[in-house]
């Protein structure tokens, strides 16, 4: 596959001119189609005025406006960081940002999304339900990080599927990367770990295999720890879990890597 269109999360936080940074980098890296996309908030009822309350029209063209100035900055920043041209679009929403994010990214092949620091109220959520309902492969950018990624890749290989689409998904970055390890956690998971080096080794990927035997804490942890030991800026891996909950279980890895990484995660579609 190749990254010919990608979707990049264009929130009003932090990172979000780092963000814009990975994402051009990316377009012009594999000749894509980069589309921002902001999603305002609908208007809300406080809830001290509970259900069915009455909000008057001034009040929501109020919230409103107030949307509208935060787009504003935005979308100036966007087009000061990515600039205009048929190569780069900009789009705005209004309504449930995971919903519509998620809806968006079906016909991207890449999504840029922000992976907020451990303990933040609202991007966890919104990653998680990304992670789970785009449909395409999600790029977590933890804040700070921008510009080049991909030159040492560490892929997490149990033998599922989850690890197999991701390790797909992947391509475009694992075949340009100067190093790529395939690291399996456990004896389970290194049943199979040859065989997958084999198959990435047939696409063009000069990969590495390695066993962590006995992997000391949780499957996450060890995981953001081998990528720190390789000196990996992306780590691949699958997400696992159940949709409707969007509670992600992979021995706690995948919820675990969502909240504590401090480099780009590229999760499966």
Known sequence: MAYRTILVEAADDGALKARLQTACALAGRFDAVLIGLHVMPAPYVPVALGDGAYLAPELIETQRAANRQI????QAVFRS???A???VVWE???????????????TADLLLARQAKAGSADAPDLLDQLVTAAGVPVLALPAGVHGHLGHTAV??????CE???AAHDALPFLRAADRV???AVGGAAAASLEAAAAMLKRHGVAVESHEVDKPDGDAGAVLLAQAAAHGADLLVMGAYGHTRLRELVFGGATRHVLRETTLPVLFGS
């Not at 787009?71 to 935005?74: E, G, I, Q, S």
């Not at 705005?92 to 079906?106: F, S, V």
Request: charged share 25%; aromatic share 2%.
């Open 71 to 74: 787009k504003d900055k935005v």
């Open 81 to 83: 960081v990515c600039g």
């Open 85 to 87: 041209g048929e190569s």
């Open 92 to 106: 705005e929403a209004e309504g449930d940002p995971g919903r519509l994010i998620a809806a968006a990214a079906r």
């Open 155 to 160: 892929i997490a290989w149990n033998g599922s």
């Open 163 to 165: 690890a197999t689409r």
């Open 181 to 183: 390890i395939l690291c």
